[in-house]
């Protein structure tokens, strides 16, 4: 007889004003280098992006500012909340974007931390520019404009 595999929903945690604040040009994938308590914590969905970002800190990059709350049951074990992370990438992917944070202006934004099919705690990140507020208008412009035209055609 085979076995059934059953398929478990992990959590996702995204950082939902990460398209609102930035232009994202393109994303990418990290693995990210975390303590047991702190897996533990991001699978019961315990965690905060809201005001992370992704730097280069001697030669590497880290997610900064992530806040993933303590474990209770890992007692005296349990981690720091918001403790720099290092994130896993290819030597030239983080040598590009190092070099495009620097001569280019961009910035790192991770947009969600989620587990793959394999369990491992991956990190997206989003390679973008910072909006102005009149790019944010602009944008919610175009977004009521665009629901009232859809209701506009649907009463047809």
Avoid at 82 to 100: A, N, Q, T
Avoid at 121 to 130: D, E, M, V
Wanted: overall charge positive.
């Amino acid at each position: 007889m085979a076995k059934k595999k059953t398929v478990t929903t992990q959590p996702e945690i995204r950082n939902r004003r990460a398209r609102f604040d930035y232009f994202i040009d393109e994303t990418l994938e990290a693995g990210i280098m975390l303590l047991g308590s702190e897996v533990k914590a991001l699978r019961s969905g315990r965690a905060s992006l809201s005001r992370a970002f992704a730097g280069p800190k001697n030669g590497e990059l880290y997610l900064q500012n992530c806040n993933i709350e303590e474990y209770t049951q890992a007692n005296r074990f349990s981690h720091e909340p918001r403790r720099p992370r290092k994130l896993l990438v290819h030597r030239r992917e983080r040598d590009r974007l190092m070099g495009s944070m620097q001569r280019e202006g961009y910035t790192l934004v991770p947009m969600k931390i989620y587990f793959n099919h394999r369990g491992l705690a991956k990190l997206q990140l989003g390679l973008g520019k910072g909006k102005k507020k009149y790019d944010k208008r602009q944008v919610q412009k175009e977004r009521d404009w665009n629901r009232q035209k859809a209701r506009l055609l649907r009463e047809q």
